[in-house]
Structures are given as structure tokens and as C-alpha cells.
């Protein structure tokens, strides 16, 4: 059963200009669902919207069965947890706390023991007396995610929560939220900018732009196959580089590059025979000296520079007459022995190389 | 790293040994002199300003409340010698030799008036009779002064008007003070209310508490939700309204003031309005100005953009999100604002009050223009005696007792904004 349905639903605010554009989407009930996608993208009005401090222009969005276009916010039972977490500041963290099941008229006797639950859920049940401003950081957002969680809502919005963290806390906090997801079998719906914070934490993905999902995968799925140039070039990094297909297969293309060479690569674009490309390969997916083997494409390039990241190197390649290739080696022993200037052979599977449409970011590529 | 092993390496890193931590402490007092010093510079000017233009011209209004030097240094050689007197019958002969002795300097250094006019204010027919002595100090008595005195005006006769004359001639007086609170010194000494008829300032003071704070509360109901407005309206619109709120501030006093009087009085715009509509009927046209109302009405205007101000800088600050977190949390509006908005704007609130009802307390010209009898303030009598009557003391004990009242408003909302002070903007 969909926890949350978005049915057609558009947003403009100027009536020329659409933040959201027709816009479906279904959330499983108990499911984490992140929408990620870079800034103006529509993602935190997609969330305002469902969380009833935005309505949409045209469309229908459904909580369950319900449609809540005409629902004002306070009668959603949503829980939200804001980018500066709003913990309201002139009441301590158990007020907080209480302030959702006070306004529920829910007895004292009654409020108690939740309060003192939804602390211990985060580990602050020792810092009930104390305002806002005297928590840390990482305490503030803890408070907060339990204030959200406090009223067992049917459903909890996150709209960048970790953003105002640092890369450690951040990286905790990301395991706790999906600890408590995991334990509560709560659904969220998660916003936020950081790829990395949506991959990990994330059942599915919904990648943003130009107020459309361009792709609405798992996590996996989108690193591994995105279906776009847009969705290749905002997650992870990606060797980017354009032709022209000149033979279109089962699955497989042959695609001329600029200098004349001819690459195979997995289809992934409807466009046509004559049609310009572009071409995503991973980094970690060429292999220097690669073995032969059949479904391999071997070149050759020019090694420009090599620079040391710890676990990884990363070797700049020119290869095919100009392009620059990112190359990732892992680090298994000091010294790799590569020299600028010098000349290697360099491969991947055809099919780690994906010719997806011509334009980067271009709207209704899906 | 572990935040724990950072700390064990930290602390050898800031311990210095004796000689290099004293060189180290001096140094660091050097720097930190250097920087007082600038700051005391830059600021001299203002308190060089502060100091002559306001800090020494209220000293001086406070000590004319209680000085009493021109009385004392005129009538010096009475006053020694009244220092002996027990205050019993009448004072000895040398008492009266003298006081003729000091009138008679008086009268040729022409310095009788600061004798009249403070014996005058306690002692009623004190300028006539002060006259009639004067004239017979020419001729020496034959039988001692005392006499003599006694049969020019039978008043020198009576212990109380030496009493009296032994009390001003003290350095320091409270009569200015007991004035201002409707009190005088009986005779005998003790402090009693002066009568009905001549009872004004504490009625005046009252007032001017009451004005003061129901100007303060009617700038606070019009400006509360004004500032909310303009704190959530995108920032081009908030400009051009706020625009609207300075542009009356920017606006002479007296204009506006007497605007108001064309408004409001018997034969104006909005008693012509109300009559025309049939609300009012023409001879019972609404008595606008010229009373407290008229006060009330036009001080209301000119302190608004003062209640306006701290509340939208406060506001300003207030994220949008408090408010719908409320929402999410499943508060209703009236609760979102009344628990979660309400309490965070309370500094602003007092803030604002604070400042319209000081300004309000000492406020002069419009309950002058407008306020006619019933809507002055104790401002306007303070004015008064500066200005027309003169006693000067009684206007420094006025002043000083306004400025004790506001003081003491102050503290009560230091208090009440827990220490933190005022936050203005």
C-alpha cells in the first residue's frame, strides 16, 4: 500500500515557470525514500507541498487513501524535522517534546512517559531540563528528530536535517535516523543535496531536476545504471565524453568518437542511428593493462598526472585523441610505477559504458 | 583521532615555564592595552559630549532640588547664630541683631529677592512684611532689636516663622521635594499633605503614569500587527511600508501635532464625518482635543514608529519555520501564535513599550499643543516653573522624581527580560 501518492502534481509560483512539473510518485508504506537533487530542483517544494506549507498548483496528493490538498497542515499527523531543526527555543527539550502531545490534549500522566521514551529513543534522556541553546549541534538534531517522532505520526519529512553538521557527526547521525527508521518501520521521505547521505540511508532514490524525478531507482540501481546523462553526472564521478552511434544492436551500440576511433557501449539512449551520444564510464571501472577478453574495449593513452587520495589514486589519461579520463587505481602498494608522459593500455567491459542522451540536464530525458 | 587523545596532548603544549609565562603574560598585557586605549579614544568625544551637554546640566538641576545656598549665604550671620537657638520662645537678641544686620546688607546688594521669594513660598504676607521691616532697619533701636522687630510685625514674634527662617537657612532642603509630592513641613516640623486647593503634582504624576502606559499599550495593539506584517512580507513590500511608518517620524513634531488639531477638534474632519453620517448629532459634537483624549490620541501617533521598530527588528529574526514547525506538530494557528510566536517576541514587546512609555512620561509639546487642562502632564508643569514662576527648585525636584520613576520602570524591565537587557535592533 502507498503511504504518500503524488498524482500529477504541478507547482509554479509565477505561473510561468514550473518548480514541480507534473510530478507522480508513489511511497511505499515503511519505505526511506530520499529526494535528491541540486538546489531549485522542486524537491523541497515537492516536500513543503506534503507537508501542507505549499499547495499545489494542479494534481492531488494522497496520504494513503486520503487526498490532503485541502487538509491544513496541523490536521496532516506528519512528522517534520527542519533544516535548522526550529526546536522552539524558549522551551526546555522536554516542553519540546511535549509541546506535539499537549496540543493533542493528551493528559500529563500521558505525557510523561512518552516524553521520557522519545529521549532514551535518542540518548538524551539526561538532558530533559535543558533549553535548545545549550545542546550541541548534534544534540539539537537529536531532539528534534524524536519532537517529530513524539506523536507517532503516519509519516516523517526530513528536509536537509544534517546539513548544519559536520562530516563525523553527520555521518552518525545518518546510522541513528536509519536505525530508528529500520526499528519504528516509520516511512520517510527524506530531502536533501548530499548524494552520499542519500545512498546510504536511502530504500529509493529519487533524483531532481528541473522539477521532474529523473530517475526513481534504488541506490544500487542509480549509481550502477543511471538512465540519463543528468543522473550519470550528478551521482558519483563519471568519465564524460560525446559521439555519434553508427550501429545500434541488441543492447549495444557502436559509437564514433570525434577522432575517428569507435567505441561499443550498452544503449541506453532511444535516440537514433546519426544521433549524438553521450558516453558515461566510471572511473574504478577502467582497468590499466586490462586483460584480453572478449566484450572489452582496449585503447590506448597518455598518462598526464597522478594524484595520491590515501586509498586511491587517481591517474589522468589523455585517451582518443583528447579526452581526459579520470582513472581510479586502488592503492595496493606504494608506488604504481606510472610516469607522466608515459604510454599504457587502458580497458573496460563495453557495457560498464553507457551511451545515454546528448544533453546533460536536460529536462524530460526520463 | 580520538577527541580524548587530543586533549591528554594538548596541555604540555600550553604550559610555560615561569619566566617564559610571565613574559608571556606581559606581553599579552601590552597587546590587550594597546586595544583599550583605542577604544577609550574613540569614544572620548562622545563622553566629553555626554558629560558637559547633559551629565553637568542635570547635576545641577539635581542639587537646585534640595540647595538652598542663596537663602543661607544671604542670611549668613542669622543662620550662625540660629545654630544656638533651641528652638524654644523666641531666639535671643543677638539672633534679631543679626538678622537685621544680614537685611540690611541685603538690601544694599540688592539680593532681598532670594530671601522674599523662598520665605514667601512658606510664609503667606512674607514679601510684605519683609518690606516693612527693611524700611525701618535705617535708624538704630534704642531698646535692641528684638523689640524693635517685634513691634514693626508681630510675625517676629513667633517661634514658627524662626523656625522657619532657621530651616531654609540650612544648606540642604527637602522643601522642593515635599512640594513636588504635595507635601510641606508643618511648623512643628512634621511632614504634612498640603491642603485640597493646592494639591497638583501627584494628581499630575498619576496621570502622566497612566498616559504613559495606555499610550504604550494602544502603540503596542496597532503596532504588533503592523510589525508581524511587515516581518513576513518579502523585503521590496516590508521597504515601501516601512517607508510609510518613518515618513510621519521624519515629519516635524509641530506638524503633525497641529494635523491632529485640525482632525479633531469640534468643527473638524472627523466630528464634521460623524455628524454628516448621522452618528453624532450636531450638538453633541465629540470633545476630541483640548483634553486627555487629544493627548492620548496624538502621542499614540507620533510614538508609534517607536513601538513599530525593536518589534520587526525582533521579529526579523524570528525564522518562518518556528511557526510551521508549530503546524507540523499539530498546533492550530491561534496556538502557533500564542505559545510558539507570542513568546519569542517578547523582548521586541518590551523593548517597545519600554521605550514609548519613557518618551511618553517625559513628553512635552504635543499634551502642550493638544492636551488643553485636563491633558497635561507633569512635563508641562515642570516647564512651567522653569519658565514662568521660576522656582527652579521645585522643577529640578519635579524633574529628579520623574527621572527616580523611570529609572525605576527601567530596573523593572531589566528584570523582567531576566538581565539581558534591552535589545533594541
Redesign the interface.
Known amino acids: 500500500m502507498a503511504a504518500v501518492t503524488f498524482e500529477n502534481v504541478s507547482k509554479t509560483y509565477d505561473g510561468k515557470v514550473s518548480v514541480v512539473d507534473n510530478l507522480n510518485l508513489r511511497v511505499k508504506e515503511g519505505e526511506f525514500l530520499s529526494m535528491l537533487g541540486p538546489s531549485g530542483s522542486g524537491k523541497t517544494t515537492c516536500l513543503m507541498m506534503l ?3 505549499e499547495t499545489a498548483t494542479s494534481g492531488e496528493i494522497y496520504l494513503g487513501e486520503r487526498p490532503i490538498s485541502r487538509v ?9 524535522v ?3 531543526y ?5 522551551m526546555t527539550v522536554a516542553e519540546n517534546l511535549a ?2 502531545l499537549r ?2 490534549n493528551i493528559s500529563k500522566a500521558d505525557i510523561a512517559p512518552k516524553v521520557k521514551r522519545a529521549l532514551e529513543m535518542v540518548e538524551l534522556a539526561h538532558l530533559g531540563d535543558r533549553l535548545p541553546a545549550q545542546l550541541s549541534g548534534g544534540q539539537q538534531q537529536r531532539v528534534a528528530v524524536a ?2 517522532l513524539v ?1 507517532d505520526p503516519n509519516l516523517v ?1 526530513m528536509d536537509e536535517p544534517l546539513g548544519a553538521l559536520d562530516k563525523q557527526l553527520r555521518e552518525q547521525m545518518q546510522y541513528e535516523i536509519k536505525r530508528i527508521h529500520d526499528r519504528l518501520g516509520l516511512t520517510v521521505v527524506y530531502v536533501t543535496h548530499d548524494q552520499s547521505e542519500a545512498l546510504t540511508m536511502s530504500d529509493t532514490v529519487a533524483i531532481f531536476n528541473f522539477g521532474k524525478i529523473q530517475q526513481l531507482a534504488t541506490p544500487d540501481e542509480i549509481y550502477e545504471t543511471p538512465c540519463n546523462s543528468f543522473v550519470a553526472q550528478f551521482i558519483g564521478e563519471n568519465n564524460m565524453f560525446s559521439g555519434t552511434i553508427c550501429e545500434r544492436g541488441d543492447g549495444v551500440c557502436k559509437v564514433r568518437l570525434a577522432n575517428g576511433d569507435q567505441v561499443h557501449a550498452l544503449t541506453v539512449t532511444d535516440a537514433p542511428v546519426g544521433a549524438t551520444t553521450l558516453l558515461s564510464l566510471r572511473p574504478e571501472r577502467i582497468r590499466i593493462d586490462p586483460p584480453a577478453a572478449d566484450g572489452w574495449t582496449i585503447t590506448t593513452g597518455e598518462v598526464i598526472e597522478q594524484i595520491y587520495v590515501g586509498d586511491h589514486l587517481r591517474v589522468l589519461v589523455r585517451v582518443f585523441g583528447g579526452h581526459e579520463f579520470v582513472v581510479k587505481v586502488q592503492n595496493r602498494s606504494a608506488g604504481n610505477g606510472l610516469t607522466p608522459g608515459q604510454k599504457i593500455r587502458l580497458g573496460w567491459r563495453a557495457s560498464d559504458c553507457r551511451a545515454l542522451d546528448a544533453a546533460a540536464g536536460q529536462a524530460g530525458a526520463a | 583521532m580520538m577527541s580524548g587523545t587530543i586533549a591528554n596532548v594538548r596541555p604540555p603544549a600550553a604550559q610555560l615555564d615561569g619566566a617564559k609565562r610571565r613574559q608571556v603574560l606581559r606581553q599579552y598585557r601590552r597587546s590587550q592595552r594597546r586595544d583599550s586605549l583605542r577604544a577609550l579614544a574613540l569614544v572620548a568625544p562622545l563622553c566629553v559630549f555626554l558629560a558637559v551637554m547633559f551629565g553637568w546640566p542635570l547635576a545641577t538641576m539635581l542639587t537646585r532640588a534640595v540647595s538652598n545656598d542663596d537663602f543661607g549665604a544671604v542670611l549668613h550671620r542669622t543662620s550662625a547664630s540660629l545654630a544656638e537657638w533651641d528652638g524654644t520662645g523666641t531666639p535671643s537678641e543677638r539672633v534679631y541683631a543679626d538678622f537685621a544686620a544680614d537685611l540690611r546688607q541685603a538690601r544694599d546688594e540688592q539680593t532681598m529677592g532670594q530671601v522674599t521669594s523662598a520665605l514667601n513660598f512658606e510664609w503667606t504676607g512674607a514679601r510684605s512684611l519683609l518690606m516693612r521691616t527693611v524700611r525701618q532697619l535705617s535708624s538704630e533701636p534704642e531698646n535692641g532689636w528684638k523689640e524693635k522687630l517685634i513691634e514693626t510685625a508681630p510675625d517676629w514674634g513667633n517661634p514658627d516663622l524662626w523656625i522657619l527662617i532657621k530651616r531654609l537657612a540650612q544648606p540642604y532642603t527637602s522643601r522642593h521635594f515635599l512640594a513636588a509630592l504635595d507635601l510641606e513641613q508643618a511648623a512643628d516640623g512634621s511632614i504634612q499633605g498640603v491642603g485640597p486647593e493646592k494639591a497638583i503634582y501627584v494628581t499630575l504624576f498619576w496621570r502622566t503614569l497612566w498616559v504613559s502606559a495606555a499610550v504604550a499599550g494602544l502603540c503596542l495593539v496597532l503596532g504588533y500587527p503592523l510589525a508581524t506584517l511587515l516581518a513576513r512580507l518579502p523585503l521590496k513590500t516590508s521597504n515601501l511600508l516601512m517607508m510609510l511608518v518613518l515618513l510621519p517620524f521624519w515629519t516635524s513634531l509641530l506638524v503633525r501635532t497641529t494635523s491632529w488639531m485640525v482632525l479633531l477638534q469640534d468643527n473638524g474632519v472627523i466630528n464634521s464625518m460623524l455628524v454628516w453620517l448621522g452618528l453624532v448629532s450636531d450638538g453633541n459634537r465629540l470633545s476630541l482635543i483640548f483634553n486627555v483624549t487629544g493627548t492620548l490620541i496624538a502621542m499614540t501617533h507620533v510614538l508609534l514608529p517607536f513601538m513599530i521598530l525593536p518589534l520587526y527588528s525582533v521579529m526579523k529574526s524570528i ?1 518562518p ?2 511557526v ?10 491561534v ?2 501564535f500564542w ?2 510566536y507570542l ?2 517576541t517578547i523582548p521586541g514587546v518590551l523593548a517597545g513599550t519600554l521605550m514609548v512609555f519613557v518618551l511618553a512620561v517625559g513628553y512635552y509639546i504635543t499634551p502642550a499643543l493638544v492636551g488643553g487642562q485636563s491633558g497635561q502632564l507633569i512635563s508641562n508643569i515642570i516647564a512651567y516653573h522653569m519658565q514662568q514662576s521660576l522656582n527652579w527648585g521645585l522643577a529640578g525636584a519635579l524633574g529628579s522624581l520623574l527621572l527616580v520613576g523611570v529609572l525605576l520602570v527601567y530596573w523593572l524591565f531589566n528584570r523582567l527580560t531576566g538581565g539581558q537587557g534591552l535589545r533594541m535592533g
Request: glycine share 6%.
Open positions: 507537508a501542507g506549507f491544513a497542515p496541523q490536521r496532516r499527523n506528519i512528522g517534520m527542519f533544516q535548522n526550529a526546536l522552539f527555543p524558549h509541546f506535539p496540543v493533542r519532537r517529530a506523536f519529512l | 525564522p519555520s518556528y510551521r514547525a508549530a503546524l507540523s506538530l499539530g498546533a492550530s494557528p496556538t502557533a505559545q510558539v513568546p519569542q
